[in-house]
Structures are given as structure tokens and as C-alpha cells.
């Protein structure tokens, strides 16, 4: 399954199944993202983060894509498991990577694992 | 190594008293931020404060609302006199640098009757 992110806010998929959350961005100067989720009633989790001169990083079960030239990144979580479900957020920090002292958020993938 | 504590998990005040919520950061860091999110939203930024000193507060409404890092203690995020339209979740993180991943607390639901 995949999301459009602020289109889709909601993903939902089998178990078992790869999951992909994407993100949108506007300036062209961003230079680092992260990718959190967070639990219901829990503080955003940190997953992973990359900076702008990698194209891709890849973390357990999860990787990250950024392609600079639509301003676009993703989150693809493979073989999806119910821990899973939560609501995904990308943030940056406006400042850039150096400069991590307030984070930008987007709206949010609600993601659902249907057993 | 325990993560960033936040207390009261809840908080319910009525209209016009003050609520204090606390922050306790993971130990080694001197970074707090504060954000607000409301239901089904991203967080805000309000507020960044290393000991004794708010960096930057450029996203805390400039009245009713305080934030300090004491030198021993917690952060406190103060907001006076409540309204309704405090009624949100507040969660606060902690770095051990500008340039390090912000660690969140699972947040202070603060309701507003």
C-alpha cells in the first residue's frame, strides 16, 4: 500500500505487507529530515533520519528515500507487523541539520496492520 | 538510562487558574523544547531552552505563556489563566546538542473545563 501523505492521511495494510509513508517538502534548502512515529497516547519516537547528500538510508525494517529533485521523501517499513501501527510524522529542522533547535512537522500517515 | 519524564501525565484546570507542567530531560542533555499538538495534528514548536537561557521562543504566545530551565530541577512550561483553547497535549524533548535527535517525553494532556 502507499500514501500521498497530506492527500492520504491514513494508510491501511495486511500483515506482512511492505508499507510505504510518503512526505512532501517545499524548501528546496532542507538539508536533513526525520522520520518519527508515535504511538497513541505516546511522546513521537525517533526511526530514522537522513541528510540531503544521501539518496537513501536504510535502519532496521525501515528505509528511507529522498529525492531532492521533486522534494519528495518516504518511509518504507517492510514486512509490516501490528507494533507497527501508529501515526508516521516527517519534521525538519528549518534551520538545517546544525541547527536542530525547532522542528518542523507534517500532518501525519495514520498507519493501520490489519492482522 | 531512563528517557525524558514528564509530569502530570494529566492535567485538568478550569478557566482562569495556571497550570505548571514539568520536564525532566534524559540525563546528559541540556536541550528542551517544548511543543503543543492538537488532535490529529503535527507538533508546533513553542519554546528552546538550555540551562538557564530560552534560546528561542518564537513559537510561545506572548502572553499568559512562560518557560524556564533552572540551573538544578526540571523545565517548567507555565501558562496562566487558562482558557479553553489551552486544552491540548504538550510534549517536551531533550538533546544533548543543537545538532542531535530531539527525544520526546510522552507529554502532559492538559484539559481546560
Known amino acids: 500500500g502507499e500514501s500521498v501523505g497530506l492527500h492520504l492521511p491514513t494508510l491501511s495494510v495486511q500483515e506482512g505487507d511492505n508499507s510505504i509513508i510518503n512526505c512532501a517538502y517545499s524548501?528546496?534548502?532542507?538539508?536533513?529530515f526525520i522520520w518519527y512515529k508515535q504511538e497513541s497516547g505516546k511522546g513521537p519516537q525517533f526511526i530514522i533520519d537522513?541528510?540531503?547528500n544521501m539518496d537513501k538510508r536504510q535502519g532496521q525494517r525501515v528505509t528511507v528515500l529522498l529525492n531532492k529533485t521533486v522534494k519528495h521523501l518516504s518511509l518504507q517499513i517492510a514486512a509490516t507487523q501490528p507494533g507497527d501501527s501508529a501515526v508516521y510524522f516527517c519534521?525538519?529542522?528549518?534551520?538545517?541539520?546544525?541547527?536542530?533547535?525547532?522542528?518542523?512537522w507534517g500532518l501525519g500517515t495514520s498507519l493501520a496492520v490489519n492482522p | 538510562n531512563a528517557g525524558v519524564m514528564q509530569n502530570p501525565r494529566h492535567l485538568v484546570r478550569r478557566r482562569g487558574q495556571e497550570a505548571r507542567l514539568r520536564c525532566s530531560p534524559m540525563?546528559?542533555?541540556?536541550?528542551v523544547y517544548w511543543y503543543r499538538q492538537l488532535p490529529e495534528e503535527g507538533l508546533k514548536f513553542m519554546v528552546y531552552?538550555?540551562?538557564?537561557?530560552?534560546?528561542?521562543e518564537s513559537g510561545m504566545p506572548k502572553e499568559r505563556f512562560s518557560a524556564e530551565f533552572p540551573k538544578e530541577g526540571p523545565s517548567i512550561l507555565r501558562i496562566q489563566q487558562v482558557v479553553r483553547g489551552d486544552s491540548a497535549a504538550y510534549f517536551c524533548?531533550?538533546?544533548?546538542?543543537?545538532?542531535?535527535?530531539?527525544?520526546f517525553g510522552d507529554g502532559t494532556r492538559l484539559s481546560i473545563l
Open positions: 519534521a525538519e529542522p528549518p534551520g538545517g541539520a546544525g541547527n536542530n533547535r525547532k522542528l518542523i
Open positions: 524548501n528546496s534548502a532542507s538539508d536533513y
Open positions: 537522513i541528510r540531503s
Open positions: 524533548a531533550s538533546s544533548s546538542g543543537q545538532a542531535q535527535p530531539q527525544h
Open positions: 531552552l538550555q540551562k538557564e537561557n530560552i534560546i528561542d
Open positions: 540525563k546528559g542533555h541540556s536541550h
